[in-house]
């Protein structure tokens, strides 16, 4: 899962869009949603300002645009959910994966509390990785920084594979 949001604070920012890729273990895409939140314009306009929104001002502007189309959290959420019940069995909560989903699950745990109910307490987070690879093996995956939920969890599907591709040699 990948969130696109109007800021790093979970209480004061809002989530704008999201992506999910449900994948198998060999991490190949099984299915994929997509969905925009609408966020009210004043609280953008408020929180999405400085140095980040500056050099990613294309990101913010398109994100901005598609805001007039987006559905209320609620909608949302039980549009995960749909996909939750569709994709997974149900016997067990589904496991986040993602780059540095620990901030993404503050969001979640925030804007959309029975999505939170079904997911596993432990998490996949690929950031975990590329520290360990980067601290002890000097390993660099160059992922494009795309900031937008299905480019950016794409890219981190990549990134995990190349960690394993690297411990499987």
């Known amino acids: 899962m990948d969130l696109e949001m109007t800021g790093l604070d979970p209480v004061a920012d809002r989530i704008l869009e999201v992506a999910v890729i449900a994948t ?9 949603l997509e969905a925009v939140v ?6 953008i306009g408020e929180r999405m300002v400085g ?3 500056d050099k990613y001002s294309t990101v913010r502007d398109s994100l901005k645009q598609q805001n007039k189309q987006g559905e209320a959290i609620d909608t949302v959420e039980r549009k995960l959910l749909d996909f939750i019940d569709e994709h997974f069995d149900g016997s067990e909560p589904v496991l986040l994966a993602g780059n540095s989903i620990h901030q993404d699950r503050k969001f979640i745990d925030n804007e959309w509390p029975e999505l939170s109910k079904r997911l596993h307490y432990r998490m996949l987070d690929v950031s975990a990785w590329k520290v360990v690879f980067d601290g002890k093996y000097k390993k660099r995956f160059s992922k494009p920084e795309a900031h937008r939920a299905l480019e950016d969890i794409k890219g981190s599907i990549i990134e995990l594979k190349y960690y394993l591709d690297k411990v499987r040699t």
Not at 24 to 32: V, Y
Not at 38 to 43: K, P, S, T
């Open 24 to 32: 198998d273990w060999d991490f190949e895409e099984m299915a994929t």
């Open 38 to 43: 609408a966020v009210d314009e004043a609280l």
């Open 51 to 53: 140095e980040f929104w």
